[in-house]
């Protein structure tokens, strides 16, 4: 089993900055492609932004292309998604992913493991 843990989400006012964070733990030596999704309320949950195991592919969604950004630090099995300019509209509650595949995909069933989700709140 692998276990996900979010951390790092809060209130931000339009145009403020957040940086979250994933922590795994359990048997993680199996993660490959570790992703973030996110979920606002009345809404279906959606892919933000991919990286896969060494660090050297990332895939961003186009509505967070320029703003947001993924890292990941592999001896601490922590995955980082660095959030600026946000906008009233990235409010949600932001998930953290992982899959034993080493390739990206932007659908939820592909991913094996999730966190429990951080919220993010954006005010205007």
């Known amino acids: 089993q692998v276990q996900l843990v979010e951390s790092g989400g809060g209130l931000v006012q339009a145009g403020g900055s957040l940086r979250l964070s994933c922590a795994a733990s359990g048997r993680t030596f199996g993660i490959y492609y570790m992703a973030w999704f996110r979920q606002a309320p009345g809404k279906d949950r959606e892919f933000v932004v991919g990286?896969?195991?060494?660090?050297?592919?990332?895939y961003y969604a186009d509505f967070v292309k320029g703003r947001f950004t993924i890292s990941r630090d592999n001896a601490k099995n922590t995955v980082f998604l660095e959030m600026n300019s946000l906008k009233p509209e990235d409010t949600a509650v932001y998930y953290c992913?992982?899959?034993?595949?080493?390739?990206?995909?932007?659908?939820?069933?592909?991913?094996?493991?999730w966190g429990q989700g951080t919220q993010v709140t954006v005010s205007s």
């Open positions: 992913a992982a899959r034993r595949y080493n390739g990206m995909s932007e659908l939820d069933r592909a991913y094996d493991y």
């Open positions: 990286i896969n195991w060494s660090g050297s592919n990332t």
